[in-house]
């Protein structure tokens, strides 16, 4: 199973940025996937999934209203868009996937690398 988060960047508060998460190993049909991310000195935290079985979406209050999680299952990605970027927002952000995620935002058990994302003026 491989999991490729890209996108990330440098961009102004105020701007936006699209990520990706290419997967291989897994369907998204069938499996949960996840956007995470980690701030210096923070804990991971969850930022948003998109179910496998009807692509429902969930995302943390802290994101709710700028971002938006979508897949595309012809092509195994799954997109976390980006907009109204705060510096708060700047963490590497990480996608997974697993065949279940709680409220807790347990239960992924495959991880990519991350990619970058910086809110800076």
């Known amino acids: 199973v491989q999991l490729q988060a890209s996108g990330g960047g440098l961009v102004q508060p105020g701007g936006s940025l699209r990520l990706s998460c290419a997967a291989s190993?897994?369907?998204?049909?069938?499996?949960?996937i996840g956007w995470f991310r980690q701030a210096p000195g923070k804990e991971r935290e969850g930022v948003s999934v998109?179910?496998?079985?009807?692509?429902?979406?969930y995302y943390a209050d802290s994101v709710k209203g700028r971002f938006t999680i979508s897949r595309d299952i012809a092509k195994n990605t799954v997109y976390l868009q980006m907009n109204s970027l705060k510096p708060e927002d700047t963490a590497v952000y990480y996608c997974?996937?697993?065949?279940?995620?709680?409220?807790?935002?347990?239960?992924?058990?495959?991880w990519g690398k991350g990619t970058q994302v910086t809110v800076s003026s």
């Open positions: 997974a996937a697993g065949p279940s995620i709680d409220y807790e935002w347990n239960g992924m058990d495959y």
């Open positions: 190993g897994v369907t998204l049909d069938y499996y949960v």
């Open positions: 998109i179910s496998s079985s009807d692509g429902s979406t």
